[in-house]
Structures are given as structure tokens and as C-alpha cells.
């Protein structure tokens, strides 16, 4: 256990020593964010520190951590992750269109797939009980890695908020998977602790005011491999172990369901990029960049907490914290006018309720 501890800190202390070098070499090759009338940042900023994310996790895990893991998922999954690197750096680069990053995520969920058999195989509901996915196996799985990772992909928008928000969803994971989940591989937690040290060592330069940036090296990476550690947890998924993770990730889950459907409403492709994702309302109704991304902090650890509940719960009370929760999230995303500031169905239906409320005591009143 000291042994495991010690790998992480030396995992920690690698990510800090290598991303001042990604970031000189960042600035050496091109690999920089321009500032432009979608981007926040007002001057040419490094990215491609997800690179020093990549070197880290699996230097540890090759050299310190290897006897941890079984040697042919670690290969597949490194495998894996190389492809999801190599797509990153080369949009970093030469910024590569939506189709042709999601391609890339595509093929390594095929490694994943096929190769290293990460997959959902069956799904137990209340009242049905335990169906075989069989042949719908391969589109859930592969569905589940692209939204994943591409929900990671778009909170990136902020100093520090996709890494923290990720941070906060990681640790949140491993502790369910390990104590309330039944996960039986253990070394799934180890992994998942270990890019957490990967991220804790890059955050200090990432944090508001930043040095260098995730840049989609850093943001698919996470999200690719956010994806695959949930998916350890279901194989054999049930109500409980499917709607955990997608709690957990409720920050970048949200912003990526509200924005297909903003872009949708408005008749526009779904691919297209907008300022209004859950970061830029924040910063339009007057919070400051740190604030905005403290705030989001804030909303994750609220998703975490609730993903610690479904537990202690029985199937009812997992309906009634689902509904809850469903319903006072879309408060907030009326509130802070993440669809638009003239689409609150929900809240005009409590005013109307309200206001057909007060006129009913009135009548009465008067009688």
C-alpha cells in the first residue's frame, strides 16, 4: 500500500517537472490557443499540456505500478491511448474538424472494444430484470466512449475547469466503484487514483491565471479515459451502477445534452461552437474567469454527493433523488438561460401554477 501511495506521489511530481518542457515545446512548435471571438483567453496561450498528463500516468504505470495491473489490458489500453494522444496533438496543431477528432476517438474505442473486451454485455432494469444487449453491445459501448469523452472536450473552455471538474469526477468515481459498486478489479481504483496525481501535478499551471492549456491532447485523453473506467463498472450494468456515472459526470454531461439541444432549437448542426455553454453564462451574468470556474467546482462536488446517495437508497428513493435531481437542474439551466433567456418551460409552468394559486385564495378570500 506505502509502495501504491509512493507511485502516485511520484506520478504528481513528474506531471509538475514535465509540463513546463510541454509547454516550451508547445510554444517552439505552434501548438498555441489564438485568441478570437470565441475564446476567453486574450493572449496566445501554449497548449498540449495534456501531453505532460499522458507522460506521467503512464510512466508510473509502466515503471512503478506495473506489477498492479495485468499485462495485456495495460498494453491494449495504452494502445488505445495513443491513439486518442496522437488525434489530440494533431488537432492541437492544425485544428482538425469534429468528424475527424470524433474518427479518432472511434478507432480507439474500437482497441478498446474488440481488443481489450471494455464493453457493457448486459443491463438489469427494475421490473424486467436482466436483458442480454447482445448485438446492441457494440453501439452502446461505443456510444457511451464518444459522449463521454466529447462532454469532457467541451467544458474545456476555462482556466483549469475541465482538469478540476475532472479531478473532482475521478476521486468520486474510484471511491464508488471500489466500496459501493462491487467492482472486483482493483486495479481499476489504482488507475484511476494514479491520473489523478496526473492531473493534481498539472493543475497549479492550469489554474486561473494559466500558464499552458489542456488543449484537446488533455481534454480527449481525460474524457477517453473517464469513459473506459466507468465502463469497468458496467459490464453488467444495472439501474443503480448506470445512472452512478452519469451523475458523477453530471458538469460536463449537462453542458453537452443543453448545447445539442440549444443548437437544435435554433436550427443550427450540432457540431457548431457557440459561446453559450455553461462557463460563458456564468462569465456573461457578471461572475469574474476564477469565480466562474469555482462555481462549476462547486456543482460538481453537488453531483458527487448525490452520486453517494444511490447506494443508501431503495429503488423509490433512486427514482425520487433522480427526479430531484433532473428537475432542479433544469431550474438552474432556466435560470442561468443555458438553452436561451426566452425558453423556461419549467418556470413558467411555476408561475402560472403560483400566480393560479394566489387568484384562487383571493376568490376565496372574498367570499
Known amino acids: 500500500?506505502?509502495?501504491?501511495?509512493?507511485a502516485f506521489l511520484v506520478t504528481l511530481v513528474l506531471s509538475a517537472v514535465l509540463t513546463p518542457f510541454i509547454?516550451?515545446?508547445a510554444l517552439k512548435i505552434g501548438a498555441v490557443d489564438k485568441p478570437n471571438a470565441r475564446r476567453v483567453n486574450k493572449v496566445?496561450?501554449?497548449?498540449?499540456?495534456?501531453?505532460?498528463?499522458?507522460?506521467?500516468?503512464?510512466?508510473?504505470?509502466f515503471f512503478l505500478l506495473k506489477s498492479q495491473y495485468p499485462q495485456k489490458q495495460m498494453w491494449l489500453l495504452f494502445l488505445a491511448e495513443l491513439v486518442v494522444i496522437l488525434t489530440g496533438v494533431v488537432d492541437d496543431l492544425i485544428e482538425l474538424k469534429p468528424a475527424q477528432k470524433m474518427l479518432g476517438i472511434f478507432l480507439a474505442a474500437l482497441v478498446v472494444y474488440f481488443a481489450a473486451g471494455v464493453r457493457m454485455t448486459t443491463l438489469t432494469l427494475p421490473f424486467v430484470g436482466t436483458v442480454n444487449l447482445g448485438l446492441l453491445s457494440f453501439p452502446v459501448?461505443?456510444?457511451?466512449?464518444?459522449?463521454?469523452?466529447?462532454?469532457?472536450?467541451?467544458?474545456?473552455g476555462l482556466d483549469g475547469l475541465a482538469t478540476?471538474?475532472?479531478?473532482?469526477?475521478?476521486?468520486?468515481s474510484a471511491l464508488t466503484g471500489y466500496f459501493f459498486l462491487n467492482v472486483t478489479n482493483v486495479y481499476i481504483s489504482i488507475m484511476i487514483f494514479n491520473l489523478i496525481a496526473a492531473l493534481a501535478g498539472f493543475l497549479p499551471y492550469n489554474f486561473n491565471p494559466a500558464k499552458i492549456y489542456l488543449g484537446d491532447t488533455g481534454s480527449l485523453f481525460i474524457g477517453f479515459m473517464m469513459a473506459i473506467f466507468s465502463l469497468s463498472g458496467l459490464k453488467n450494468a444495472t439501474f443503480i451502477t448506470l445512472i452512478i456515472p452519469v451523475v458523477i459526470m453530471g458538469v460536463p454531461i449537462t453542458?453537452?445534452?443543453?448545447?445539442?439541444?440549444?443548437?437544435?432549437?435554433n436550427n443550427r448542426p450540432i457540431s457548431q461552437a457557440d459561446k453559450h455553454h455553461l462557463h460563458h453564462r456564468l462569465i456573461q451574468m457578471g461572475l469574474s474567469h476564477r469565480q466562474t470556474v469555482l462555481v462549476i467546482y462547486g456543482i460538481a462536488l453537488i453531483f458527487s454527493l448525490i452520486a453517494f446517495l444511490y447506494p443508501f437508497s431503495s429503488l423509490l428513493g433512486s427514482f425520487l433523488l433522480t427526479l430531484a435531481t433532473l428537475v432542479g437542474l433544469e431550474i438552474f439551466v432556466e435560470l442561468i438561460g443555458l438553452v436561451g433567456d426566452d425558453r423556461q418551460p419549467l418556470l413558467n409552468l411555476i408561475k402560472?401554477?403560483?400566480?393560479g394559486f394566489k387568484s384562487d385564495k383571493n376568490t376565496s378570500n372574498k367570499k
Do not use: C, E, H, Q
Open 1 to 6: 500500500m506505502y509502495s501504491i501511495f509512493g
Open 23 to 25: 509547454r516550451r515545446i
Open 44 to 61: 496566445a496561450m501554449p497548449t498540449m499540456g495534456g501531453l505532460a498528463i499522458f507522460l506521467a500516468f503512464n510512466l508510473t504505470n
Open 141 to 156: 459501448t461505443i456510444l457511451w466512449i464518444l459522449a463521454i469523452t466529447n462532454a469532457v472536450n467541451l467544458i474545456d
Open 164 to 172: 478540476g471538474v475532472s479531478i473532482i469526477a475521478l476521486f468520486t
Open 255 to 265: 453542458d453537452t445534452v443543453y448545447a445539442i439541444l440549444r443548437r437544435k432549437l
Open 352 to 355: 402560472r401554477l403560483a400566480l
